[in-house]
């Protein structure tokens, strides 16, 4: 019975080759890019859960309030809180803190790199976190102070493939040296905290061991078995007036700490502070519809593709019913065939896959390989998809084709045994109401993401080139040799000196404020800068005036206009800040007030901030003409290694660095108009099906309106306006659910373009154009077709 199925299906493939690639092409596409989405909505939801104890390793979140301010959400503690926990709370099994080490310079003979993820942490981490050692012992490698573990990567780069490299040291540009006690495998990609190496906690001074006012550490805890996170949670209250109430309640300032479990970290986090970039659950919700979509259209196409076909398969049904084939017979061959279908897209799929897996991951930003097509769940998941299209594509083509009256399709009159023209609509009104959603979202998506990159913040990042003299050692002297020299360089037009810039860490600081009410205790985001900074960057001056040089350094600050107006100063300068308690008479005094600029990401509200007088900081900012810049930057370089011999020359633009921050939502952003695009691309395919049944089925009308004298143009608005007319309902379908979401999605930036009906017309009349072309076509060519043809039977 099957063979003969399956014999049968094959034949049908062979006799109409073109309809069968048409129909597969539909197929494949929709389902090489839905596993396209499934595998990275895979990769999202795997992060962290590469670790054996993964079910219960928590971090230990911060979160501080203070009177009259939003509660500040940050994923660091401080330092002695891990030990703390692990004395003091029986659940605790065992307790980790990281330590971020700044960029710093290692150096192992000549070679030399400036490295960044590399992390203090406590020995305690092997029995918490699964990390496989290629060499050493996880059980002493770092216990030891200055004992370093480095992973496969930065073991090759310094010490070449296929050596050894425990027992070898690194030292780093302070003299420091690191005895290397142990190389495990790179930190899987899909985690939300990698690092390139690792140095035993106990190398770090004691100085703020007991320090509970300090915060920027990150603290885990593997709590033991059968332990309830949220009792837990609740049982760290009281720590605040054990430990930090001493502290922070003068100020009126109350923290707590949060328990979050590490596989929510990437997708549920909504912290400041985090280590790694951040995914979202809002888009995986999006991606799976997306996916789910893109099968239901293609699985409409194949419906209206098998049904605009039915008139050439409509006899060879009747004789078939009249031979006695069983409509359950008709039901399982159609099945079959669909099933079939299904199956050759598929396998086309998997070569489509391995052929843009590379394009794939160079856009979303992973690093899925082939190999994750044969893991047990997707293998099962791709059974699903062929189960899933061939049966939802072919079921209605079965029941549909398999209850045509014999007596009437033998005689030609196809109509009379195929009506349900409301169904086939409601099919297309689904697939343009997702075409549109998906339109105007990509149109949304799109306009914020540029207004993201163009909106003016305040400061001028471009050709501002960074660059790092990060070494503990004494270099303010190179650092003034250097900056003098770059001013005088051709192609240079200003250099300066900072601790931060926009876009990166700055410390955020309790001041004594003065304002009209008295004196406050807030919080402030703070850094040093030299004189030449705010001319680099164009930061605006718009009172008072800029530092003037060393007599500025221990007693004048510049604030922006949020901090005047945070205040209520009406007369911001002369303003007075002091640090807490301190009675010693020394105050920070307000020269002048700059112009708002986006020190943060537009993620971020601007708040209040101040900078103070830090002249030859280890941040250097060069402000380039555009001109011969790969020329300006080749004789940068000559003088950067004549200046400082024993430092890489490695620089990064400021406008890539600020803009980096928002490179999650750019891949998201490039992978959800690429698959609009293919969803319109498919929905077409699906939309010429449906033309070329309905031009089938008016055949003879619009033969004998022909003959009868109507023109084409009499002949094509008989065609072309059902389909507006869909086009019409599925707006009112379409409009209210992208403004919805697109609403919601819009809410996380502080700075978004809003919703206009710019979107919603644009991709209203696409779906109108793509719609009218394709009809207009089929109806033309029905309508210039030779009448005798269609009429021949009657």
Known sequence: MLKNLLRVALRNFKRDIWYSLLNILGLTIGITFSLFLIFYIKDELSYDRYHEKADRIYRINGYAKEPDKDEMKWAFTQ????????????????????????????????????????????????????????????????????????????????????????????????????????????????????????ISITTLPKDFANNWGGFGFFNYVLLKPNVNAAQFEKKLLPMYDKYMA??????????????????????????????????SMSYIYIFSAVALFMIIIACINYMNLTTARSARRAKEIGIRKVTGSSKSQLVAQFLVESILTALFALLLSIGFIAL?????????????????????????????????????????????????????????????????????????????????????????????????RSKDLGFNREHVLSLTANTNKDIRSSIVAFKNEMKNKPGVLTASTAEATPGKGINFQLFTIQTNKGH????????????????????????????SGLPDTLHSIIVNESMAKEFGWDEPLGKRVT????????????????????????????????????????????????????????????????????????????????????????????????????????????????????????????????????????????????????????????????????????QI?????????????????????????TVTFHTVKAAIANPVKSLRTE
């Open 520 to 547: 406050e205790d807030k919080g402030v985001d703070v850094y040093g800068v030299d004189e030449d900074y705010f001319k680099t960057l164009g930061i605006q001056i718009k009172r008072g005036r800029n530092f």
């Open 749 to 773: 930036f502080t700075y978004n373009t809003g919703l206009s009906v710019t979107p919603f017309l644009m991709s209203a009349l696409v779906v109108l154009l793509i719609t009218l072309l």
């Open 246 to 279: 001493p502290i922070f309640a003068q100020y009126n300032i109350k923290i707590h700490y949060g328990v979050q479990p590490i596989t929510a970290i990437h997708l549920h986090s909504d912290l400041q502070g985090e280590p790694e970039e951040l995914g």
């Open 79 to 198: 330092f002695p809180l891990g030990p703390t926990l692990k004395n003091e709370y029986p659940e605790v099994e065992e307790a980790v803190r990281f330590v971020n080490v700044n960029k710093t310079m290692y150096k192992n003979g000549d070679l030399r790199f400036y490295e960044e993820k590399i992390f203090y942490t406590d020995s305690s981490i092997f029995r918490v976190f699964t990390y496989p050692f290629i060499e050493g012992d996880p059980k002493t490698a770092l216990v030891a102070p200055n004992s370093m573990v480095l992973t496969q990567s930065l073991a090759e780069k310094y010490f070449g493939k296929n050596k050894s490299a425990v027992g070898k040291s690194l030292q780093n540009g302070n003299g420091d040296v690191f005895k290397i006690t142990g190389v495990i495998k790179d930190v899987p990609k899909n985690s939300h905290l990698t690092f390139n190496a690792l």
């Open 356 to 452: 843009f897996l590379s394009t794939f991951n160079a856009v979303a930003g992973k690093f899925i390989t082939f190999s994750t097509l044969f893991q047990p769940g997707t293998l099962l998941i791709l059974l699903l998809i062929v189960l899933l299209v061939g049966l939802l594509g072919g079921s209605y083509p079965a029941f549909y084709l398999s209850k045509f009256n014999p007596v009437h399709v033998l005689k030609g009159n196809l109509s009379k045994g195929s009506s349900n023209v409301v169904l086939r609509r409601t099919l297309v009104v689904v697939q343009f109401t997702i075409s549109m959603i998906m339109l105007i979202c990509t149109w949304v998506v799109y306009g914020q993401l540029q207004y993201l």
């Open 579 to 746: 640090f807490p308690g301190d009675t010693s008479g020394n105050y920070f005094e307000v020269v002048g007030v700059i112009k708002d600029f986006n020190q943060k990401s537009l993620y971020n509200p601007i708040t209040p901030l101040i900078l103070y007088y830090r002249p030859n900081s280890n941040n250097i900012q060069l402000k380039l003409d555009g001109k011969n810049i790969a020329g300006t930057i080749a004789s940068i370089e000559k003088t950067w290694k004549s200046t400082f011999p024993e430092l890489p020359f490695q620089y990064t633009f400021l406008d890539q660095d600020f803009d980096s921050q928002y490179a999650a939502d750019q891949k998201r952003g490039k992978i959800f108009v690429t698959f609009s695009i293919l969803t319109i691309l498919i929905t077409c395919l699906g939309l010429l099906g449906l033309v070329a049944f309905t031009t089938q089925q008016r055949q003879k009308e619009i033969s004998i309106r022909k003959i009868m004298g109507a023109g084409v143009g009499q002949i094509v608005p008989l065609i072309t306006t059902n389909f507006v007319v869909l086009v019409g309902i599925s707006c009112l379908v379409a409009f209210p659910v992208a403004y919805w979401f697109m609403y919601k999605w819009l």
